[in-house]
């Protein structure tokens, strides 16, 4: 029978497999209900303890209203969201999409080249300045971060840096996981998007977006368990 010929390749096939376990890959995202929910996520940053100097802009002309805010194990901030295509050229991010496309990220993966925004939901987080200096505060690229909008929770790893005054910018790939219009040249959200950065957290290498989901949902479980001592 067919059915019985298909088993005994598929288990020829199984017994010549390498035992080696392949090399991390970038995995497309894909939103999923989560551990943690976007309400319990919510919650524990209703109340805003301002760790940056001053407040950034959500874009160019717009007022800055924006500050960045601090938890013993996480900071975050809520603003809009803008499309980051940089990186990895592919059909969706590339210098014919995207008028402000860049062939590079300020990290990049394990192999050496230029993360891939189509494919690896990460944000950017504004270049130190004294406004603020995400590295004070344990974070670089790899760290975690819980992408909140609207009922969705899409997990990111940091993964560039943007304009020192500006804040609120995902790749492609975290807007398309969380349902929001991923254009590069017109896409993105006006408001409505928490940014959660976890402290002291580092997913290596760094496109390996399945890692980055098990250990988010781990440290946001402890954050909104109010369990202290996320990466000790």
């Known amino acids: ?15 010549l497999a390498p035992t080696t376990p392949p090399a991390a890959q970038i995995h497309p995202a ?3 209900e989560n ?9 524990k940053v209703r109340d805003c303890a301002p760790v940056s100097r001053g407040r950034y802009r959500s874009d160019n002309g717009a007022p800055a209203n924006i ?12 603003a809009d969201m803008d499309i980051d295509c940089d990186g990895r050229p592919g059909p969706r991010c590339n210098s014919r999409t995207d008028p402000y496309f860049s062939a590079s990220t300020a990290y990049t993966q394990s192999d050496g080249r230029p993360l891939s925004a189509e494919r690896l939901p990460f944000i950017v987080v504004p270049a130190p300045s004294g406004l603020w200096d995400y590295r004070d505060h344990g974070i670089g690229g790899g760290s975690v971060v819980a992408v909140v909008h609207r009922d969705r929770v899409q997990y990111a790893v940091v993964g560039d840096t943007g304009p020192q005054g500006i804040i609120g910018e ?6 398309k996981a969380l349902g929001i219009r991923a ?3 017109g896409g993105g959200a006006p408001s409505g998007v928490t940014y959660i950065v976890f402290k002291k957290t580092k997913v290596s290498p760094i496109e390996d977006h ?7 949902e781990r440290v946001a479980k402890r954050f909104t368990d109010g369990t ?3 990466a000790e």
């Open 1 to 15: 029978m067919r059915v019985q010929s298909l088993t005994l390749a598929a288990a020829s096939a199984a017994l």
């Open 30 to 32: 894909v939103w999923r």
């Open 35 to 43: 551990t943690v929910s976007a309400a319990e996520l919510l919650a």
């Open 67 to 78: 500050p960045v805010c601090g938890t013993p194990d996480a900071v975050f901030w809520k």
């Open 170 to 175: 995902a790749s492609y790939a975290t807007a």
């Open 183 to 185: 254009d590069p040249h």
């Open 210 to 216: 399945a890692a980055a989901v098990t250990e988010g």
């Open 228 to 230: 202290r001592a996320i």
